[in-house]
């Protein structure tokens, strides 16, 4: 970082309980005792009304985990490379996870990655409190958008979507990467009880947050809390695609 070249200003909006836009000019780091070699952001938190805990991970070459991550007690985590390259673990199990690369570990388990390359990383790391669901349990899972064909979303052809975990009860939360194609945008207004945490991958889109319109782009971050009006559509030239994080097949404890 320098002096500012001109007045402070940020794109950033932060609604407690609402919603949260976090550019990545606004990032700052954060030292953690599991992450070594790391400059970690922590962009959604219970401090803001989230549910869960989102970071964003420059990994330097030597860096990652130090122990585990998200090994607390009922605490299930997942890791997704944005760019470059790591090696991750869990349950006594290796993965060698290049870009869109993911890694999924049930309660308790943690899970442990290490940039073994010459070039820096970039990983999205999430951990939540799983709800049980009597009869049924998460598992250890890991793949790659790369190897997932992309399905239309509610029937669009310009809007896909793919899912990167199982749909299925066991899992309480799921993970999935939507994409618009220019002009592309959701079939509705959404308004609904799920919350979710996004990390834009790639071009611009304009986004829908409860009763404003904003310009969303590459490497924002956009949380929304249960029942903000949201939706979005796809402007310029190449996709507008995110990666999301959604609470799912649970019903809602009193």
């Known amino acids: 970082m320098a002096y500012p070249k001109d007045l402070l200003s940020t794109r950033a909006i932060v609604k407690p309980g609402m919603y949260a836009v976090i550019p990545k000019d606004g990032l700052v780091n954060n030292v953690l005792p599991c992450l070594n070699g790391c400059r970690t952001s922590i962009v959604a938190s219970p401090k803001m009304g989230a549910s869960f805990v989102m970071y964003i991970c420059d990994v330097q070459p030597g860096g990652g985990t130090i122990g585990s991550f998200g090994n607390a007690q009922g605490e299930e985590a997942f890791l997704y490379v944005i760019s470059g390259a790591v090696k991750a673990s869990g349950e006594g199990r290796e993965f060698s996870l290049a870009a869109g690369g993911y890694l999924f570990t049930p309660p308790s388990a943690g899970l442990q990655f290490k940039n073994e390359s010459s070039e820096a990383a970039k990983v999205l ?6 709800v049980p669901c009597e009869g049924f349990f998460p ?21 896909h979507i793919k899912d990167l975990l199982p749909v299925e009860l066991n899992f309480d939360m799921n993970m999935h990467i939507l994409s618009f194609d220019p002009g592309g945008c959701h079939p509705i207004v959404e308004t609904h009880v799920q919350e979710h945490g996004m990390y834009i991958l790639q071009g611009e889109g304009m986004y829908l947050m409860d009763d404003v319109w904003m310009g969303i782009k590459k490497d924002d971050f956009i949380w929304f809390g249960a029942y903000a009006a949201q939706c979005a559509y796809g402007v310029g030239t190449e996709p507008f695609t995110y990666i999301y994080s959604k609470d799912c097949n649970r019903d809602v404890v009193l």
Do not use: T, W
């Open 125 to 130: 790391l999430y951990k939540q409190l799983y």
């Open 139 to 159: 598992y250890l899972y890991s793949g790659n958008v790369n190897d997932i064909s992309y399905r239309d979303y509610e029937d669009m052809a310009n809007v």
